[in-house]
């Protein structure tokens, strides 16, 4: 359960409008919408608002669930850690030139499948990485920032569904918030030690950006994006070219996979757990599912939830294959819902 200070705020003229104006909910949300619905986990935090240009005001019809259950990309095995990924993918279950078919995995109507569920599914020749976003976080968006107590209780949660007798490699990107991911993660696990954690500095949120986040923030701002930074890189994400900010998705996703995942695959363990932010991890999850995740921000106001992510599974030929994944109980935070039924309104549906 998300806490009310991470939801879509609005001011108290709003609500008295709410309260006294006699136009109708919809007419009212439309008009108030002020500010933040979710912040980006970089060091310089950018805040982003549900467009209320764009607002829907209800539905009748709810998401069907996709039809397909994991990915895979076949890599040819390559001597030299500086090429890149063959850009190829093919469904499971399809003609593939990977010598491993899946079983399949089911997922959420969001698209996500459960980290347990994949972790099981897993063939003894294969490897897995999950890059998942960090658990709950306090408010501030610093290197310092803590996880709540809820985060605390959710990465521990995510840990007693992985339980084993395997060590797990725990990959983190130094901040306070992805070290205690990690920890927690081992914790609930019921390891006997805090797990010695790597960190990777490629992971800090800043490898699909080409400027700061601050200046993303005032970039979205000067296109007339209400959502800042989160409606910008969903519009990215999902097919928007914006050069001069952001890289092309699916080329430096690749290059992440063969530059950092199989570069330093020989180190970790079988299966290891990578915690990352919301910036690097949303757009892995969107180009793993070949954009079928519902993170559309700009249209459904979905974004990355926590302990969500991507699974990167490695067979011993070195072919990849991608399943997006969740922690808690969904893969999304859907901001909407969450103010829809903070504030009380009843009749929305979505």
């Excluded at 294969?126 to 890059?131: D, G, I, L, S, T």
């Excluded at 700009?298 to 990355?304: A, L, P, Q």
């Excluded at 997006?324 to 935070?333: H, R």
Aim: proline share 5%; aromatic share 10%; with cysteine.
């Amino acid at each position: 359960m998300m806490r009310a200070s991470t939801l879509a705020i609005f001011t108290a003229g709003a609500l008295i409008a709410c309260n006294d104006s006699g136009s109708s909910s919809t007419d009212v949300i439309q008009a108030e919408i002020e500010s933040s619905a979710a912040d980006l986990d970089s060091p310089e935090g950018s805040s982003a608002a549900i467009p209320s240009s764009s607002l829907p005001v209800s539905s009748s019809s709810g998401h069907s669930s996709p039809a397909y259950s994991s990915y895979s990309d076949p890599v040819a095995e390559s001597s030299s850690s500086e090429e890149l990924l063959p850009e190829s993918s093919s469904f499971a279950g399809s003609s593939s030139s990977a010598p491993h078919v899946a079983a399949e995995i089911p997922l959420d109507k969001d698209g996500f499948a459960t980290v347990a569920d994949v972790y099981r599914s897993l063939a003894p020749d294969e490897k897995a990485v999950f890059v998942i976003r960090h658990s709950e976080r306090e408010d501030a968006v610093t290197i310092e920032t803590e996880l709540t107590a809820n985060g605390v209780k959710m990465a521990q949660d995510l840990g007693a569904t992985l339980k084993s007798d395997e060590e797990f490699s725990y990959i983190t990107s130094g901040f306070v918030r992805t070290n205690e991911t990690a920890n927690n993660i081992s914790k609930g696990r019921g390891e006997a030690s805090l797990p010695k954690l790597i960190t990777n500095y490629d992971i800090t949120g800043n490898w699909f950006l080409k400027i700061s986040a601050d200046e993303l923030a005032q970039y979205a701002t000067n296109l007339g994006m209400q959502g800042s930074s989160v409606e910008l890189m969903a519009h990215w994400a999902y097919g928007d070219p914006y050069p001069d900010a952001l890289y092309e998705l699916e080329p430096r996703a690749q290059e992440f996979m063969q530059s950092v995942i199989l570069k330093n695959l020989p180190k970790w363990k079988r299966v290891s757990i990578m915690v990352s932010h919301d910036i690097f991890v949303m757009p892995l999850a969107v180009f793993g599912s070949e954009g079928k995740v519902a993170l559309k921000y700009y249209e459904d106001y979905h974004w990355i939830n926590y302990i969500a992510g991507l699974a990167v599974i490695i067979d011993g030929q070195n072919n990849l294959r991608y399943v997006p994944v969740k922690g808690a109980d969904s893969g999304v935070i859907d901001y909407l819902a969450i103010y829809m039924a903070e504030h009380g309104y009843g009749g929305y549906k979505k």
